[in-house]
């Protein structure tokens, strides 16, 4: 039995719709469905309540919540991970390393830059935002604390907007055409980042995500 059909099976023994429950939490009716489905898991605090008002088993509640609230943090973690890995290692550095020839121009520049000023400012910046992704990513796995953690995973939004923006003025340059193929899959995979942490701060803001793991 997972958490969502606990609150689920106990939610029908009260005879409480989504709605009721909703307005005696008060709480929005998407989020119950939410978790319900265990799309989302309630804070400590809803938690607790939830205990309360459907008078759950205090024991067999709070163990199913420890569990999911682990799963859920990890789920997490591993989509952050799945997406920075890609756009920063496979998309950016591998491409660099099979062709020295972009590595020299961008640290040893030895055409005529005012030909080539753009492509050159644009990929250094993707270069340097590439590199903060890092650094970020770094914070967000040395710190314990699941707030601090979703601090570092909010900031993450700005390097790639930069990074996405830099990159798209040097594939409309068309600096060096044979990069196009490998820096449009490196754009595409910012965009879905983009996408993904755009998405997830949504949610945050409909309060429809928890904040209250800690």
């Given at each position: 039995m997972t958490l969502g059909t606990l609150i689920s099976k106990y939610r029908s023994r009260a005879k409480l719709s989504t709605e009721e429950l909703a307005a005696k939490f008060p709480a929005k009716r998407k989020k119950i469905e939410y978790w319900e489905a265990d799309r989302l898991i309630p804070s400590d605090s809803e938690m607790q309540r939830l205990?309360?008002?459907?008078?759950?088993?205090?024991?067999?509640?709070?163990?199913?919540?420890?569990?999911?609230?682990?799963?859920?943090?990890?789920?997490?973690?591993?989509?952050?991970?799945?997406?920075?890995?890609?756009?920063?290692?496979?998309?950016?550095?591998?491409?660099?390393?099979?062709?020295?020839?972009?590595?020299?121009?961008?640290?040893?520049?030895?055409?005529?830059?005012?030909?080539?000023?753009?492509?050159?400012?644009?990929?250094?910046?993707?270069?340097?935002?590439?590199?903060?992704?890092?650094?970020?990513?770094?914070?967000f796995f040395l710190k314990a604390k699941y707030r601090q953690q979703l601090n570092y995973y909010k900031m993450l939004v700005y390097p790639i907007s930069i990074g996405f923006i830099s990159l798209l003025f040097f594939i409309i340059d068309k600096f060096q055409a044979a990069y196009v193929g490998y820096f449009s899959i490196l754009l595409i995979t910012f965009a879905m980042g983009l996408y993904y942490i755009f998405s997830t701060r949504k949610m945050y803001k409909l309060q429809i995500l928890t904040k209250g793991v800690k």
């Amino acid at each position: 039995m997972t958490l969502g059909t606990l609150i689920s099976k106990y939610r029908s023994r009260a005879k409480l719709s989504t709605e009721e429950l909703a307005a005696k939490f008060p709480a929005k009716r998407k989020k119950i469905e939410y978790w319900e489905a265990d799309r989302l898991i309630p804070s400590d605090s809803e938690m607790q309540r939830l205990i309360q008002l459907l008078k759950i088993p205090e024991k067999e509640g709070q163990n199913l919540f420890v569990v999911q609230r682990s799963v859920s943090t990890l789920e997490n973690t591993s989509m952050m991970l799945l997406f920075m890995t890609m756009a920063v290692l496979l998309g950016y550095f591998l491409p660099l390393y099979e062709n020295m020839n972009a590595m020299a121009f961008l640290f040893t520049p030895k055409v005529n830059l005012g030909t080539y000023i753009i492509p050159y400012i644009s990929l250094w910046i993707h270069f340097i935002s590439c590199i903060i992704i890092i650094v970020i990513m770094l914070l967000f796995f040395l710190k314990a604390k699941y707030r601090q953690q979703l601090n570092y995973y909010k900031m993450l939004v700005y390097p790639i907007s930069i990074g996405f923006i830099s990159l798209l003025f040097f594939i409309i340059d068309k600096f060096q055409a044979a990069y196009v193929g490998y820096f449009s899959i490196l754009l595409i995979t910012f965009a879905m980042g983009l996408y993904y942490i755009f998405s997830t701060r949504k949610m945050y803001k409909l309060q429809i995500l928890t904040k209250g793991v800690k």
